[in-house]
């Protein structure tokens, strides 16, 4: 079975983790293997950019750039012998591109520059590893097959063509790559957004027509609930596409929301595993749906607007609603939550990029009111609404807590709940204690 294996930074963060993961590489049989920056990484280069483009902080760059030479240097001494001296130069060489791009800072452009700098030196440090380790590894360069167009969108069709005649080589070659980066439609190189690494695993899955995409990382799994902030989580052994899919939307950070789409659609298990314990059993993802438990997992996604639109206009009125969306639409701006009364509108927004044109728009509609710093929590399961006592199940376990909106009925699978982002811990443990139960 040809697979596609992506190890997240924690995965990679140390020698002693690389050596795991070449382990689980061997093992697997992995055919390409798509690698994050060790942890840590790209917050350090997103620093350093928030600090070049205040420009009198040369000091405070070094200084993060001193923390990235000991993290590299420790890691590159530890697990190489051979090629010791090969990564030094190539750190060194990535260190003084990005001293460049601060020297010469261009919005934009230096900064995707220098946050590339962390996957490109990862994977090229793991590789020479797994050559000096006997094994034919061949380092393969993300931005050169997978290009973004102006909408920053994958072109896929040039992404398969691309990478099936990169690979095909002998069959025992195992290509190592970059996660996250690609080359936009102006042929520099970018990215695909924070945790993107997921995402371009599953593209590159998708592309080859692999069998399993598998997601190390360092957790059993994905879990019932989040992990960061509730007790007694427990993994979840199978869940379908469509569930994943709705978890990784609504915050649950172990899956980049944009990964199960290229996998569904080409009917391709994604597995999801534990670096740190590779036996454990890890979650499944598959087109297969657990239909005998009403409350499957539930997430929580934060940064959320709340803009709500009165208008006595929508009394018995027809086409208010089009009017509505053609404005969200125009902003590019997807909505998340909606509810109505015959009176108002209240919608949801995670994107305040274009709130205030937004709402100038709206106003030529009705009264706006606008309520930043909500949480959207959503609960994923296979709920039967034609069983009594739902609803009510659901409302009990989050009744210490105020809830400012309610989206029910919408799908069968899920339900989403807007509160307050301060509310959020107590609101996931609370339906951690009182809806879930392990059997
Ligand atoms: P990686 O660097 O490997 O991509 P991430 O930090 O992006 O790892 O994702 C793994 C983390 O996601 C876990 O350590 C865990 O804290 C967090 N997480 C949030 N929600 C969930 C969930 N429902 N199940 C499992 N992990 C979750
Ligand atoms: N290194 C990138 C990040 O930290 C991509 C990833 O980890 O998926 O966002
Ligand atoms: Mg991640």
């Not at 995965?11 to 061997?26: D, F, H, L, T």
């Not at 994923?380 to 199940?393: E, F, K, N, W």
Request: hydrophobic share 40%; proline share 2%; with cysteine.
């Amino acid at each position: 079975m040809i697979r596609v294996l992506k190890f997240g930074g924690t995965s990679v963060g140390s020698a002693e983790n690389m050596r795991k993961v070449a382990q689980i590489v061997k093992r697997e049989g992995a055919k390409i293997t798509v690698l994050s920056a060790m942890s840590g990484t790209t917050d350090a280069l997103v620093r350093i950019v928030k600090l070049a483009e205040e420009t009198s902080s040369a000091d405070q760059i070094e200084e993060v750039l001193a923390m990235l030479t000991d993290k590299y240097t420790t890691c590159i001494e530890n697990l190489l012998n051979d090629h010791k001296t090969a990564a030094l130069e190539r750190m060194n060489e990535a260190f003084s591109i990005i001293r460049q791009e601060v020297a010469h800072f261009q919005e934009y452009t230096s900064e995707r520059m220098i946050i590339a700098r962390g996957e490109l030196l990862t994977s090229a440090i793991f590789t020479y590893y797994l050559q000096e380790l006997g094994m034919n590894a061949k380092l393969i360069y993300a931005p050169g097959f997978m290009h973004t167009d102006q909408e920053a969108k994958v072109n896929t069709q040039l992404l398969r063509e691309k990478l099936t005649s990169l690979i095909q080589g002998d069959s025992d070659t195992y290509y190592i790559t970059q996660g996250f980066i690609c080359s936009n439609e102006r042929e520099e190189i970018d990215n695909l957004g924070r945790g993107g690494s997921d995402y371009s695993a599953a593209l590159m899955g998708a592309a080859i027509g692999a069998g399993e995409v598998q997601i190390w990382t360092d957790i059993d799994g994905m879990h019932n609930n989040d992990p960061r902030f509730v007790e007694n989580t427990y993994p979840i052994r199978h869940m379908s596409f469509d569930e994943a899919a709705e978890l990784a939307y609504f915050g649950a950070k172990i899956l980049h929301p944009a990964t199960i789409q290229p996998c569904k659609d080409m009917d391709i298990p994604v597995l999801l595993k534990n670096t740190m314990d590779p036996d454990a059993p890890g979650t499944t993802i598959s087109h297969e749906e657990d239909t005998q438990r009403d409350f499957h997992a539930v997430a929580a996604k934060d940064g959320i607007t709340v803009i709500r639109i009165y208008s006595t206009r929508m009394l018995m009125a027809y086409g208010f609603l089009r009017k509505v969306f053609e404005i969200f639409e125009e902003y590019k701006t997807p909505i998340d939550m909606i509810t109505t009364s015959e009176v108002a509108v209240s919608l949801t927004i995670d994107s305040d990029c274009h709130l205030e044109q937004i709402v100038q728009e709206l106003q030529t509609l009705g009264t706006i009111e606008i309520e930043r710093n909500n949480t959207i929590v959503c609960i994923v399961g296979h709920m039967d609404h034609s069983q009594t006592g739902l609803a009510a199940r659901i409302m009990e376990s989050v009744s210490n807590v105020p809830i400012r909106m309610i989206s029910y009925g919408a799908s069968h699978r899920s339900i989403a709940m807007l509160v307050e982002t301060k509310y959020k811990k107590e609101i996931l443990q609370s339906i951690n204690d009182r809806l879930f139960s392990r059997c």
